[in-house]
């Protein structure tokens, strides 16, 4: 039985990442600035850089657990 549940826990531990990553840019990135200094301007694509990361992250994960699912179903 645990066999068969590790797909869908892969499946909800990526959409928990990407979930994640759009509340971390939501909540840090924000909007960007219409006229930041250089400093504001790096500290904005630093935490849209890591949101965009974890969201990735979370995509590549749940893609891999779907494919791990139907690569056992055939």
């Known amino acids: 039985m645990k ?3 590790t797909p ?12 994640g990553g759009f509340i ?3 909540r840090f990135a924000g909007i960007p ?4 200094t250089p ?3 790096a500290q904005w694509r630093f935490y849209t850089n890591v949101g965009d990361s974890l969201m990735l992250a979370g995509l590549a994960l749940a893609a ?5 699912w139907l ?3 055939f």
């Open 3 to 5: 066999n068969r549940l």
């Open 33 to 36: 600035y219409q006229d930041p």
């Open 64 to 68: 891999a657990s779907i494919l791990s």
């Open 8 to 19: 869908l826990r892969l499946l909800l531990t990526g959409i928990a990442l990407f979930v």
């Open 71 to 73: 690569l056992k179903r």
């Open 39 to 41: 400093a504001m301007e």
């Open 24 to 26: 971390y840019v939501a």
